[in-house]
């Protein structure tokens, strides 16, 4: 039998990143300070897993103003979608395996 | 560390995140206590003018009263009207600092997507049912404005529950079978109303200040 461990995205191996993809799963968009507030890490942090999720198209990015702030927004994207259920298959399928 | 340990913590972080992104879970069991008390405080004191024995008009002067009457203003001159804005504006602030106590432990801002969400949700059964009473007032027919606010306030908990801590959903279908109980007791609809909004939302806020404030 194959290891379920291959199926697991090391894309998603970290707290913060889990906490991003479940957080764009439920919310149609979400912006900067929302989820920082929401994980409560430090700017340079949470931007720098949001760089790394970008980078491999996973969620999409858009800027925006409110007022004269800039309001950047985050949202899932197709790709990331089908990508982080398959992830939770994985966990599901190694939890089980496990039993 | 064991696999499997791993992998259901990781989902019940995923979860509790969905949750927590998608849910105003700063609402208050006190929130729904002190909302019941002012319900009930106002229930009582408007006893004596809904079953008439007190004049309800506050001012008595006859022609002021008529000019007033083809006008919506002569509500401001009822007893009633002044009883049931305090009553209500009570509730809302005391049930607002509740909330406010139980979001600042927690660390959640009050005004976030959720709250809004929640708030937006909560209004548009209000707010139609505030329009249909007031319209139900004009045309005298005040035996239905107990049932009617019951019903609109049920639906109104109903579509929020979506929003919110998923137990305000049985606050608002035990609302909405009340006031619809009531539409069969037109006349009763002072008892209903504090049986609802006081009695209901007390029972409710006990229920969840043990479920969810006793520990934290």
Known sequence: MKNPIDHLNKL?????RLGIMSTLMVNADMNFNELKELLQITDGNLASHLKALEAQNIISVS????????????????????????HLDALEKMIRATK | MNQQQQSLETLQNIRSMMEQSSRFISLSGLSGISAG?????????????????????????????????????????????????????SALLSAFFFTWVKSRKQGIPLWGKTAKRLMINMCIPLLAGA??????????????????????????????????????????????????????????GLYFWAAGFGILHI???VYMWWIYDRNA
């Not at chain 1, 004269?68 to 899932?76: A, L, Q, S, V």
């Not at chain 2, 007893?79 to 504006?89: N, P, R, S, V």
């Not at chain 2, 329009?131 to 004009?138: A, G, T």
């Open chain 2, 37 to 89: 008390i002012c319900a009930l405080t106002g229930a009582a004191v408007s006893y004596d003018y809904v079953y008439g024995y007190k004049d309800y008009i506050i001012n008595e002067n006859v022609a002021i009263v008529q000019a007033l009457a083809k006008d919506y203003s002569i509500l401001l001159n009822t007893w009633l009207f002044w009883i049931a804005a305090a009553t209500f504006l």
């Open chain 1, 63 to 86: 800027k925006g103003f409110i007022g004269r702030k800039t309001n950047t927004m985050y949202r899932i994207t197709k790709f990331g979608e089908k990508a982080f259920k398959a």
């Open chain 1, 12 to 16: 998603f191996d970290s707290r913060v």
């Open chain 2, 203 to 205: 029972a409710y806020g």
């Open chain 2, 131 to 188: 329009i249909f009473i007031f319209r139900m007032l004009h045309f005298g027919t005040f035996g239905l404005v107990a049932p009617g606010c019951l019903i609109f306030y049920g639906l109104a908990l109903i579509n929020a529950s979506k929003y919110t801590l998923p137990e305000v959903r049985y606050l608002g279908y035990a609302q909405l079978v009340l006031g619809i109980i009531n539409l069969w007791f037109v006349g009763y």
